[in-house]
């Protein structure tokens, strides 16, 4: 037997060892399980006869050349997104509560609309996708959502 034949079928009998149940190698005092179909809705679960595996679901097209770029983030954020995550006034407003705490400044949901358009720019800046515009025409889009749903509150 080859040397390397030799090392694989030693890795392979390392990684397909298991360990006694009930005994963690090292406990970190936490536990929990999830069902990842519930925290990801767009992934499902498929588990093999060794294990489970994660596939994701694609919700969209890579691109939409019929639509505008406009078309395509008006379609996104008030489309299935919005049915998802709530409004985007609804949804950026818990994000700014989570980026205020992290950062140590109070944030409001423009600004992390706006933060989330500068990180598109950037990826465009380094590689051009229509994703990237597409993504950045709806956080500005969502600006204007958040501000008018705001209007209507006061």
Known sequence: ???????????????????????????????????????FPAWTANPPRDGVTITRVEERPLAQPDLTILDEARNLV???????????????????????????????????CLMMAALKICRELNKSKRDNLVDGAGYFYMIDLIRQERAKKV
């Open 78 to 112: 008030t489309g299935s997104r919005q049915s998802d995550y709530g409004t985007p006034f609804e949804n950026y407003r818990n994000v700014a509560a989570m980026w205020s705490v992290i950062a140590k400044v109070s944030l409001t949901p423009e600004q992390c």
């Open 1 to 39: 037997m080859r040397r390397s034949s030799r090392l694989r079928n030693s890795f392979m009998e390392k990684a397909t060892k298991r360990r006694k149940p009930g005994k963690p190698k090292k406990p970190c005092g936490i536990s929990f399980s999830v069902d990842i179909t519930k925290v």
